[in-house]
């Protein structure tokens, strides 16, 4: 369907049709988050979108379950991102979709933020460039991608009413870029978020949505609300939402946080309050928007452009002639991906050289979900998978020596917003009495050579982390392990940073994030050493407290409004400038292998590059980092920003020419508009944001 195609349906379509396409509608098949019906007369087909970005969520089927996004940050290996990508598409595809509800890219402001396991990092450069690979991956098979929730969608707490009050030049260096450097990738289609930002509803934001996306951007594609995040009719189709989603009632909604069995309960969200929309906002782009066009309050041509860019989708997907990609479903390829991915994404953070693990050392596996796989946080990602592979079994499979399985501490249940809303939680981590087994489990410590130790938080779409604390007994649980063993390995499951009070009781210390199905067998592929340790901290690691945004006013905001005052200070920016020693470093991560940098010049395009050897006999996985410092500035600048990064395989005792762009974002400040200050800055290259092991002047 070319443009001119699109001209002539235009002309033939009714008022009413070009209605129905502007809104969402119940899904015969009853599979899809969303659905667009399409006009039959016309051989337009219809489009299903469904959710991400996990793995691909249809009610009552499965799919794979690959690692959170967060820990596919954890790889700082964009292909990574595509791969996976590509691989949830033909997922999506197999299961008869074509739109990914895919990936979620908010920058992670808040450390609490129940999502954070669904986004990337705290910094933007890193946020952009996985999020573009995932749009390019998922795009590859013929499926769109949806980068949400633009924008400044950091918070669940109120996530539905809170304004996110912030400068232009905080957005644009801060939150805006994830989403341009997603566009620019070609995602098809985008979701505004719940939030109002300065005052306004994304979904009638007129500047962000039209100034910025559509016309400073050039986005050509679908710019959708999130569900029942349309507020308004004549606000939300000037400011230039295209689609209404679902724009169906709560009990059409299949799967949704309000299907059959919650019906009832949808306006009263309880422990949710502030986190739910209102299921009200429905129908805001049909008879109504009829009305306003008839009443000259929304223009014709602006429907007519809304038509064209959902007709413009189907036909970038090539739907028009029937054919339709067949997809794969849970191949060997797709098992395979996702235990990589979740293995590449585990972080090393400490390790007193009790990893590798020998194949024949005698462990203890404690813990209170070792029986099952860590799939993900609750809400819309939620991903039902067809096999999994626990932490303990995929230890037990692994190791040659004795495995003693002890729980320690009743299970942590996972925390799903849909459990919430059906009253079958309140949401709180102290609701039952917890009966620990210490005494069992430092026995089962005592009795081998090393113990680990896997402990894990809950987190849920629509309401944030009550602290960074492990939720119920399990600090004392780590406690009771490292007080019988000093060779305790402590392995951490969680949406983001959690505070670890027990560090230096214990001889290592591994971030496995939310691992997905292949959980216990990637966690043991980093364990026994079969592949090097490459993750690296996207976020910083500290107390609650140290974090900037730690007032109300910053954080979950006071009437209403969260002042982003912290400016352009986020994550590491905010702990170089206040001087604060986090406890694990953005970029942070130890590997097994190990290496020196050398030879670091500047080209003469303005890229850095250095030799990496490797010089030991392990083969390793490094990830290099180039981070900017300005040069005496105009105005207050972060002491650094990471420019570019690149991850390489280096044999053992073997060097190679690691190459890293830094383009002129790299080098500016907004104010205003872009400024590249000219003047000599500092790169320094090196393995987290407070390890630099080389550093280069480079005018500009
Ligand atoms: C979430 C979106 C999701 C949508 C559809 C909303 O609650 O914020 O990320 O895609 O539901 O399930």
Redesign the pocket.
Known sequence: MAGDTISRLLETLTRGEKLGLVRGAADPAGTA??YVAGIERLGIPPLRLV?GPLGVRIPDESATAFPAPIAVASTFDPTAAYRKGAAMAREAAAHGQDVL?AP?LNLIRIPHCGRNFEYYSEDPILTGSIAASAVEGIQSEEVLATP??YVANNQETDRVTVSADSSERTLRERYLPGFHDAIDAGAGAI?TA?NRVNGTHMSEHRELVTGVLKEEWGFDGVVMS??YGTESTVAAANAGLDLEMPGIEPDEQIG??ADEETADQTTDFGALAGGM?DPENVGQFDQALSEAIDSGAVLESRLDEMVRRVLGAIERLDRLDGDRPVGELDTPDHRTLAEELAARGTVVLENDGVLPLAAETEIAVIGPNVHEATLGGG??SETTPFVTTSTAAGLRDRADGAVTVCRGHPEIEDLSFFDVIAGESTGRTDENKIETEFDSAADAAAGAEVAIVVVRDRAT??KDRESLALPGEQDGLVEAVAAANDRTVVVIQSSGPVETPWRDSVAAVVEAWYPGQADGAALASVLYGDIDASGRLPVTFAPAAAYPASSPEQYPGVAGRASYSEGVFVGYHHFDASGTDPTYPFGHGCSYATFAYRDLTVTDEGAVELTVENTGDRDGREVVQAYVCPPESDIERPERELGGFAAVDVAGGASERVRIDLDDRAFSYYDDGWVLESGEYTVEVGRSARDCLRSVSLTR
């Open positions: 988050t969303g959710d509800l979620g949400k929730h979701m719940y999130d569900w949704g946080a929309p809400g819309s779409e629509a």
